[in-house]
């Protein structure tokens, strides 16, 4: 069935409309809402401020779909200036990095080897300031692939983390594999559009799959990050914080920057740890499309702007 949500991701990979709508003045104000900045510079004022109100982050340099090994070289070489910049802020964990590994080729003809080869020096990077990775995860076909890279990453840096969506019905066992001491699940619901063979197609489905999998991340030995705007997700997540005797400093919230950010102050202030997922970078266009499909609301803001320009 073809739905605005289906739509908007088929759009997310079309590179026509990527060249009409990137250079506008419109789509680029409402993009800021959801992307900290074209640059470096602008990306770290974003950190400053957040790390400052007790929000801490996760930056990803957007930059997926690459085409060649050049371009994947680039991805890796942004994230270590990325580092190198966060260095002097002297956050620690506080200030971490999401990477998603089709940006690191992992798409290209023998992409496995050549995304984790990538990838390897950008996680001994931020292990040098102190802070974490986490591998992001994006459609069904790459998640032996990535978690086969967290696998080999995890030998030498095991705080290395990844991203599980509660919408693939494999995620429960992957949940409980991964379910172990020092390891670093974000889960979230699922932003691809997957066929029902690999994925649970109806709201409740998703949302009954993620408390499931949610409580084996709690009630487990590992760091769970909840990712997730849903408040019936993050008011589970609380419950369950609560049963199982977990103290505050054993578990976040996640929630992307420019969405509920008065909910992620207000989380901050009472106690809870916060992370806002803060990305920045010119090639911001297929994250905008994803965070349009997520949401009518998102649309229409998006649609106002443009009539009203
Ligand atoms: P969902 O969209 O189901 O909404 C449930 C409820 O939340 C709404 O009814 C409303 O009450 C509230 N809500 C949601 N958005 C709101 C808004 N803008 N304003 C007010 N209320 C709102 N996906 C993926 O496939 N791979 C990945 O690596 C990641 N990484 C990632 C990191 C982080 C930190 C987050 C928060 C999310 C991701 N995602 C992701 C995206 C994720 O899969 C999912 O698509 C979105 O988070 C939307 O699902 P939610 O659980 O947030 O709520």
Not at 99 to 117: I, R
Not at 124 to 137: K, P, Q, R, S, Y
Not at 272 to 298: H, I, K, M, Q
Request: glycine share 8%.
């Amino acid at each position: 069935m073809l739905t605005t949500k289906t739509v908007l991701l088929g759009a997310s990979r079309r590179p026509a409309l990527r060249r009409a709508l990137v250079g506008t003045p419109v789509t680029r104000r409402v993009v800021e809402r959801f992307v900290a900045g074209e640059t470096l510079p602008e990306a770290l004022a974003v950190v400053r401020r957040l790390t400052g109100e007790g929000i801490a982050v996760t930056l990803d340099h957007l930059g997926e779909d690459v085409t060649g090994p050049e371009e994947a070289r680039a991805s890796r070489d942004a994230y270590l200036a990325l580092l190198e910049g966060l260095a002097p802020l002297d956050l620690g964990p506080d200030a971490e990095v999401s990477v998603k590994l089709s940006a690191f080729g992992q798409a290209l003809p023998g992409g496995h080897d050549l995304a984790l080869d990538l990838v390897r020096p950008v996680v001994e990077a931020a292990a040098a300031i102190g802070t974490t990775v986490t591998l992001d995860m994006e459609d069904s076909t790459t998640v032996d692939s990535t978690l086969a890279v967290l696998a080999e990453l995890r030998r030498d840096h095991p705080g290395t983390g990844a991203v599980l969506q509660a919408a693939l019905r494999r995620t429960e066992d992957d949940v409980r594999a991964l379910a172990m001491p020092g390891s670093r699940v974000r889960l979230v619901k699922g932003a691809y559009d997957e066929p029902p063979s690999a994925a649970h197609q109806g709201r409740r489905d998703v949302d009954a799959a993620y408390a499931r999998c949610l409580g084996v991340l709690m009630r487990g030995p590992g760091y769970p990050m909840v990712g997730s705007h849903d408040p019936a997700m993050v008011d589970l997540a609380q419950r369950l914080a609560a049963e199982y005797g977990r103290t505050a400093d054993s578990w976040e919230v996640q929630m992307l920057h420019g969405i509920r950010t008065d909910e992620q102050q207000r989380l901050a202030a009472s106690g809870t740890r916060v992370r806002a997922y803060v990305p920045y970078g010119r090639d911001w266009y297929g994250y905008f499309t994803r965070r349009l499909a997520e949401r009518p609301a998102n649309l229409r803001f998006f649609l106002r702007a443009l009539v009203s320009r």
